[in-house]
C-alpha cells in the first residue's frame, strides 16, 4: 500500500492509497477511505471508467430501470464521484459536507464535473424548488454511520417533496440484514412516506456481519432487473418504529 493523502479531521482520518490488493482483487487500486478503513470509494488505476464497487453498479441499474429518461439528480455525498461522473452527460447536483473530500476526489480520482456545493446535504435541498429532481441519491456516512438527519420521516418528506410525481429516492445503507433495527425503522419510516418501496442486500458471510444495502422509495411502482443488480438481493425487513426528528 502506498499512502498519497492522510489527514486526521475531529477525530476521523482520512487518507487516499494505491493497492495491489482490494477485497480480494488483484490490480492496481487507488481507494478513498474514511476511519475503521471504511472504503468510501475506488477507482481502478488500469480500467478508471469501471465502476469497481457493487452499490453503484446496483443504482446506476435502478436509475436506468425505473426512468432511463431522467435528467435531474441531487446527491447527498460526494465520495469519489461515482454516480455522477458515470452520468456525466445528466444534471447533477453534489452536496458534500467536507470540502477536503471534494479536493481529493478532484485530485486524486479525476473528478472534473463543476455540480458540487460544500455544506449541509438536507439544508442545501431544503432550499431547491419542489419538484426539481427525478431522483434524490442519499450517500452519505459518518464514523458512527448515516446521520439521523437523513433517516427521519421529516427528512423523507422532504425529498418526497423535491422530486417529481415519479421521482424516487435512492439510499446507500449499511446494516446487519433484515433483523438489524436500526434498518427496520428506516424502511417503516420510509413506507410512511412512499406508497412503493424496496430494501437489498449485498449477501455476505456471517449473519452478524455488516452488510451493504440500497433501499428505495417512490410514489409510483419500482421497475428493476434482479440479475442487473451487481449481487444484491431483494429481501422483506419486518416493521420497526418511526423514526422523527
Known sequence: MRILFQEVQENQTITVYDTNELYGEKGSFRVLEFANEAIQGAMDLNDPERIVFEYPRAIIHLMQCIDRAFEDVFVIGQGIGAIPGHFSGKRFKVAEINET????SRRYFGYNLDNIEIGDGRQILLQEAQQAYDYIILDAFTEQGTPPQLISREFFELS????????????????KGENDKLIQAIHTTLSQVYAYTHTFLLPSGKSS????MIMIGSSLPIQFQ????????????????????
Open 160 to 175: 418526497r417533496d423535491k422530486l417529481d410525481s415519479d421521482g424516487s429516492l435512492i439510499m446507500n445503507l449499511f446494516g
Open 226 to 245: 434482479g440479475r442487473h443488480m451487481a449481487g444484491f438481493k431483494e429481501v422483506e425487513l419486518s416493521s420497526g418504529y418511526i423514526i422523527t426528528d
Open 101 to 104: 473530500v471534494v479536493q481529493l
Open 209 to 212: 456481519d455488516i452488510k451493504n
